[in-house]
């Protein structure tokens, strides 16, 4: 039987009875949960202001996607705008310039007045003006940030004689980073006009806004342009005055061979060293303040391996997640997402943190969108989703929230109760409306990289990987001269290699990249 000793069930908050403080106000945080402070009570008077740029394929497929689910209705309410912008890399990939164009057909659907959609093909350039860009990439970043520490041995992170993918190959994230790079510094800078346009559109929204980032995790494209277009636009257009999400799309077992393996490795130990407040202070102390995290409201990680669990068919994968993002970033004119947001940053805080303060997570800093159908089928919940989702036994979230059409059928109840026995979270789940109909939404709070299975199979496959296939792996810091997953060549047990000659590093250990825990000889 479950015990009430010591919580005042009348007024929420907890008594003398409760022992410690930090137990305390663990419970008035899970009392806050149950009174459902995060809910937005009339979502149908709330301006729109969800803004999202999808980067790569997997962010362009949801961009698409959002736009062609959208009610109607999106846009009805004064003071509403969305803003959208696809952008990929040209001349590799047919299907990416088919959904570019389709994106663009479908702004007719929005006033002029109200909405901006754009898209963005960065083409392939030649290796010898991809050189010559990265040759003056000190410059450019002097230019960008004065206090930039000049690094008299830096050299280009893309040999001379680099070959470059052909139409339908992929695009390693190092030569992605420097396709946009390019675009972003060098010349006219198209991309930094297009990331200032965008950032103009979502200040026009009269009411409270949010920038999601959307991208795949296992691809070349999106995860090698990602991260810097989040600085750039976050922490350099923004100043960090507007909140921002990134959601990450990770790869499934039926992503092309490959797609997964090495790469996710780097791609993972970056978001971590941006997102881990602790870590991305030694990256900011040896870079600078444009590195700092630039996911104001948080990252979220969408995984879809049990989708392709259950229908088997890459394409029907991918459609399913599409439709389930969109239906978060649109339904109830955003305030699904904001009600997510709001838990997570009020609600997932720790205990000592204040509501109000942007919320530090710490090595938990991602959190998992998961969703299965109320039927059962294809998508059930069953005693392998856990596993499916990457989630390795020691992982137990604090309170697991739905979002379904209906709160109080029988299906959604039955739900809940699976819920709790699958995952054990100390508030028992329960139930917001406002979903789409016969599928459920959930979200598992804080997640350490660490957590996942799919952390430590990517760390083994760079491991084994060539040096060069490493170098190509990697995006964050090669502008500095750093390699980050690579043990520091000037400082024993930390992290970031430099490339060729270069003396640069970051202030994280080594064992943090690499998920090691101290053992009891060490201590």
């Not at 959208?70 to 990929?88: E, H, K, Q, Y």
């Not at 909405?115 to 991809?130: F, G, H, K, N």
């Not at 920038?211 to 995790?217: A, D, E, K, N, P």
């Not at 989040?230 to 992503?255: E, K, M, Q």
Request: net charge negative; with cysteine.
């Amino acid at each position: 039987m479950t015990s009430t000793a010591g919580i005042d069930l009348m007024r929420g908050r907890p008594t003398p009875a409760i022992g410690t403080t930090e137990a305390k106000l663990q419970q008035r945080k899970l009392d806050a949960l149950r009174r459902g402070v995060h809910r937005i009570a009339d979502a149908s008077t709330l301006p729109y202001g969800v803004h999202v740029i999808g980067v790569g394929g997997a962010g362009t497929r949801v961009v698409e996607q959002m736009l062609r689910d959208a009610p109607d209705d999106l846009l009805a309410t004064d003071g509403s705008r969305i803003t959208a912008l696809a952008i990929d890399i040209g001349d590799c990939n047919g299907e990416s310039d088919e959904t570019l164009s389709r994106i663009q057909g479908m702004a007719q659907r929005f006033p002029a007045d109200r909405a901006q959609i754009e898209t963005v093909s960065l083409p392939m350039p030649p290796i010898a003006e991809l050189q010559d860009s990265l040759g003056r990439y000190r410059d450019f970043l002097k230019l960008e940030y004065p206090l930039y520490h000049w690094n008299p041995d830096y050299q280009s992170w893309l040999d001379a004689d680099q070959v470059l993918p052909k139409a339908g190959e992929r695009v390693p994230r190092a030569v992605a980073k420097a396709v946009y790079g390019r675009a972003y510094y060098d010349g006219d800078r198209p991309m930094a006009a297009t990331l200032r346009r965008f950032a103009k559109s979502v200040e026009a929204t009269q009411g409270d806004v949010v920038v999601c980032i959307v991208f795949g995790l296992g691809g070349g494209t999106g995860s090698g342009i990602a991260l810097d277009l989040a600085r750039h636009l976050s922490n350099g257009i923004f100043g960090r005055r507007v909140l921002v999400t990134g959601i990450g799309i990770a790869p499934c077992d039926g992503d092309p061979d490959g797609q997964a393996d090495a790469n996710l490795y780097p791609v993972l130990n970056e978001l971590d060293c941006l997102c881990d407040e602790t870590k991305n202070v030694g990256v900011v102390r040896s870079c600078g303040d444009l590195y700092k995290n630039p996911f104001t409201a948080g990252f979220l990680m969408v995984p879809q391996e049990p989708v392709w669990q259950g229908v088997h068919d890459l394409a029907a994968t991918h459609q399913r997640v599409n439709e389930e993002l969109a239906a978060l970033l649109t339904l109830r004119h955003g305030a699904n997402l904001w009600e997510v947001l709001r838990l997570l940053n009020w609600v997932a805080a720790p205990s000592t943190q204040h509501s109000a303060a942007r919320t530090p997570w710490g090595a938990q800093w991602m959190h998992l969108c998961g969703f299965v159908d109320l039927s059962g089928e294809p998508l059930s919940l069953d005693p392998e989703l856990p596993g499916q989702l990457g989630l390795l036994p020691g992982y137990t979230p604090e309170f697991i929230e739905l979002r379904v059409a209906r709160a109080a059928d029988a299906s959604t109840q039955a739900l809940a109760t699976a819920l709790q026995s699958l995952f054990s979270p100390e508030a028992t789940p329960n139930a917001a409306e406002g979903g789409r109909e016969g599928s459920a939404q959930f979200t598992l709070p804080r997640v350490a990289k660490t957590d996942l299975s799919w952390f430590f199979a990517a760390r083994d496959a760079y491991e084994a990987a060539t040096p060069q296939a490493r170098l190509l792996g990697h995006a964050l810091l090669l502008e500095q001269g750093v390699l980050l997953c690579e043990p520091s060549t000037r400082f024993e047990g930390m992290a970031g290699a430099g490339i060729g000659a270069s003396q640069n590093w970051v202030a994280v250990p080594f064992a943090d990249l690499r998920g090691e825990f101290p053992t009891a000889d060490a201590a």
